[in-house]
């Protein structure tokens, strides 16, 4: 079995060396400090696998340490006392404040090796554990992503932003705070695609999306791919004044990308035509009503010749009967 980091604290340095000595004889790795607080200083840096712990120290006492540890580290590390004195009481006293074991000074060597043995098969088990919760956490953050991102661009899909949308709706509603939605088209992407590829036209995605995420980045703003060639923004706490800014904001960072749409009816680049609703939600909007209404200035963007954007300020969205 692989070597433990052992952590011994113990007053009287004669005996310390003497059991570090045996210890490190044994194969083992090992911090031996003289006092309460200096094993609290080190823990951390040291990671022990086992703490062997003097029962009796002056300044902490060693039931006063293992209180200590148990509080200050949440990871659970074996402790062993070690004391000169077997009476029941202070063995059931020292069990009681958090250590595991008790080992009787002088320590019996066979007593010892056995005693470390079976340590070493808990810490084994231990780091085992750890392993095994650190691959279940990769895998739920894999997880996580596979059901909550967009495959193409990396950014957030439908599912997340119907989740996202109602929690903010109810979130404002509650506050009294405006919330703002941008959807956005790319113009003339079939031509894009049909005269440059698919992959191209993946690519071209791709780098939209990079830049939405860049520019809308801040607490309280999601973005996310609604279908398509199609984004969504959520702003919170944004009015009507700002939205218009965030959406020339957008215009202009595409703009910037200079992306080369030689079959554009618009422009010889990428541009996209975004529609924005404004409205201080009452809590129970319904978020295909909300889409429909952007939607319409979305379209409406389009139909006055695209590359452009439409934004309204609404004081009320229609509310779905059905939920009422």
Request: negative net charge.
């Given at each position: 079995m692989d070597p433990m980091h052992i952590l011994l604290v113990d007053d009287v340095f004669s005996e310390r060396l003497h059991l570090e000595l045996r210890l490190k004889k044994l194969g083992h790795v090992v911090k031996a400090v003289s006092s309460g607080q200096d094993a609290l200083n080190c823990y951390a840096t040291f990671d022990p696998d086992l703490v062997l712990l003097d029962i009796c120290m002056p300044d902490m006492q060693g039931t006063e340490l293992a209180q200590s540890i148990r509080e200050r580290f949440t990871e659970w590390v074996p402790i062993i006392f070690l004391s000169g004195h077997s009476e029941p009481e202070l063995i059931a006293e020292a069990i009681d404040k958090g250590g595991d074991d008790y080992l009787t000074k002088p320590v019996n060597g066979m007593v010892l090796s056995a005693k470390l043995k079976a340590m070493q098969r808990i810490s084994a088990m231990r780091r085992k554990l750890q392993q095994t919760s650190l691959q279940l956490q990769k895998a739920n953050e894999l997880l996580y992503q596979q059901v909550n991102e967009d495959g193409l661009t990396a950014l957030a899909n439908r599912r997340y932003l119907d989740q996202k949308l109602t929690e903010f709706v109810s979130l404002h509603g509650r506050n009294g705070q405006p919330l703002t939605m941008i959807m956005l088209d790319v113009d003339h992407f079939k031509l894009f695609n049909d005269h440059y590829g698919h992959i191209e036209g993946d690519n071209c995605l791709k780098l939209l999306a990079e830049t939405l995420k860049h520019k809308f980045s801040r607490a309280g703003e999601i973005c996310a791919r609604y279908g398509g060639e199609e984004f969504v923004i959520l702003l919170s706490s944004c009015n009507s004044i700002q939205a218009k800014k965030e959406c020339e904001r957008l215009k202009?960072?595409?703009?910037?990308?200079?992306?080369?749409?030689?079959?554009?009816?618009?422009?010889?680049?990428?541009?996209?035509?975004?529609?924005?609703?404004?409205?201080?939600?009452?809590?129970?909007?319904?978020?295909?009503?909300?889409?429909?209404?952007?939607?319409?200035?979305?379209?409406?963007?389009?139909?006055?010749?695209?590359?452009?954007?439409?934004?309204?300020?609404?004081?009320?969205?229609?509310?779905?009967?059905?939920?009422n």
């Open positions: 202009q960072a595409i703009a910037s990308l200079n992306i080369e749409h030689g079959f554009s009816q618009t422009s010889s680049s990428v541009t996209v035509s975004q529609g924005a609703i404004t409205w201080i939600p009452t809590g129970l909007e319904s978020i295909e009503n909300l889409y429909q209404e952007v939607d319409k200035l979305l379209y409406q963007a389009k139909a006055n010749g695209r590359d452009q954007y439409i934004t309204a300020d609404y004081m009320n969205i229609p509310v779905d009967q059905s939920e």
